[in-house]
């Protein structure tokens, strides 16, 4: 069984910064990629950020140059998205979703909960 437990949420002001951090856990052979998405009220799902398993990224036209998603090594299966310059329409929930490899031969989607991201002065 996989997890993902997604954490750094919050209330920042226009202009702040915020981390957030998608954990996985469990029967984990490998992570091919990881993808931040987020969803504002009455809004569809939307893709933010993609960080595949050899390093490329992939961002939103409308988050390019202030977000960054990343992997940390030292903390195993982490995947972090660095906001900078956020601005009210940031203001979603945001959810970490990973495609692993449980098993040889075998791939699952993974979804983690939503953290609640508010940009509001």
């Known amino acids: 069984q996989v997890h993902l437990v997604v954490s750094g949420g919050g209330l920042v002001p226009p202009g702040g910064s915020l981390r957030i951090a998608c954990a996985a856990s469990?029967?984990?052979?490998?992570?091919?990629?990881v993808r931040w998405y987020r969803q504002a009220p009455g809004e569809p799902r939307e893709l933010v950020a993609a960080?595949?398993?050899?390093?490329?990224?992939?961002y939103a036209d409308s988050v390019k140059a202030r977000f960054t998603i990343s992997r940390d090594n030292r903390v195993k299966n982490t995947t972090y998205l660095q906001m900078n310059n956020l601005k009210p329409e940031d203001t979603a929930v945001y959810y970490c979703n990973a495609d692993i490899a449980v098993v040889a031969g075998l791939q699952i989607d993974a979804w983690g909960q939503g953290t609640r991201v508010t940009v509001s002065s």
């Open positions: 469990g029967t984990i052979r490998g992570i091919a990629a």
């Open positions: 960080l595949t398993s050899a390093g490329s990224t992939d």
